[in-house]
């Protein structure tokens, strides 16, 4: 059984999808980022960064002790391990599919996020970094196009560079963004949507979400203005 510490954001959807496709039992334990249940002592001993998803591997390969995992990248490489699926079955399917989820955490996660964060959560509209944010996010959609230009998937077999890379891409219309201009995007979006472990993920997340919540001060205080301490 695999615990999985998780609230419906686009890198919680990841780690979903994965254990979904791997057919792995696995309990969803909520972590309500609104209310600042990331802060919670017990969350910390297992994702000291303070950010879900987070798991605890109650049955780890090697029989011994539980292993718990943060980074949603580091969960996706965990679970690949372990289920010998999904991350790449050659030493240079290994390679693609490890770069382009790198590449997925260091660039198309963190700048997306920015888009959402000036677009739709800052209590002020910044011309300047929304416009900084949407370009980077249409440069990133053009690099992944060019990727898919001639292949099914990101690393050509079904992998979590897909994985890692489709929750990001959800929310396209929020981002400024048109499929109609990344047509291998939207191919491969369409076949990513259409696989039942993505559908069933996405039906898990729905029973917490909460779309229409209104983001208050308060909410603000708690995803954006944590300092050192």
């Known amino acids: 059984m695999i615990d999985l510490h998780y609230w419906p954001t686009p890198n919680g959807h990841k780690i979903t999808m994965m254990l979904e496709e791997c057919g792995l039992d696995y309990r969803i334990v909520p972590v309500d980022i609104s209310k600042g249940e990331q802060f919670a002592p017990d969350f910390l001993t297992i994702a000291p960064n303070n950010r879900m998803p987070a798991i605890v591997d109650t049955a780890p390969a090697d029989g011994g002790d539980p292993v718990s995992v943060f980074e949603s990248g580091a969960i996706l490489l965990y679970l690949a391990e372990k289920t010998g699926r999904f991350g790449g079955d050659t030493l240079r399917a290994r390679v693609t599919t490890t770069q382009w989820l790198m590449w997925q ?27 900084r944010y949407v370009r980077e996010t249409a440069r990133l ?7 898919l230009a001639g292949r099914e998937f990101i690393a050509g077999a079904y992998s979590i560079a ?17 499929l109609a201009d990344f047509p291998n995007v939207a191919r491969w979006f369409a076949a990513v949507a259409a696989r039942p472990a993505t559908v069933a993920a996405y039906a898990r997340g729905a029973e917490l979400s909460r779309p229409d919540a209104p983001i208050s001060d308060e909410t603000r205080r708690i995803l954006f203005g944590q300092g050192s301490r």
């Not at 996660?109 to 002020?124: I, K, S, T, V, W």
């Not at 053009?142 to 990727?147: H, N, P, Y």
């Open 162 to 178: 897909d994985m890692a890379c489709y929750p990001w891409i959800v929310p396209h219309a929020l981002q400024q963004q048109d």
């Open 105 to 131: 955490m260091g660039g198309l996660g963190p700048m997306l996020g920015q888009n959402h964060h000036f677009n739709r959560y800052a209590p002020e509209k910044v011309p300047y970094a929304i416009d």
């Open 141 to 147: 959609y053009g690099v992944l196009d060019r990727q």
